[in-house]
């Protein structure tokens, strides 16, 4: 298998759990995710509404 498969899904994972991380979710749990169903988990992220920050 081509190398660069590899290469270009680390980086949508990379770049979904900035996503995640920029709509007040969890970017590691976000990132191990897009390694499996990696687009998928980038559709579900761009659909997704920001999440609210509880008040303290």
Request: charged residues 15%.
């Amino acid at each position: 298998m081509d190398n660069s498969y590899f290469v270009g899904w680390g980086t949508l994972a990379l770049i979904n759990a900035g996503i995640a991380q920029g709509k007040n979710r969890s970017g590691l749990n976000w990132f191990l995710l897009s390694l499996f169903i990696g687009p998928i988990a980038t559709l579900s992220l761009v659909i997704a509404e920001k999440k609210q920050k509880d008040s303290e």
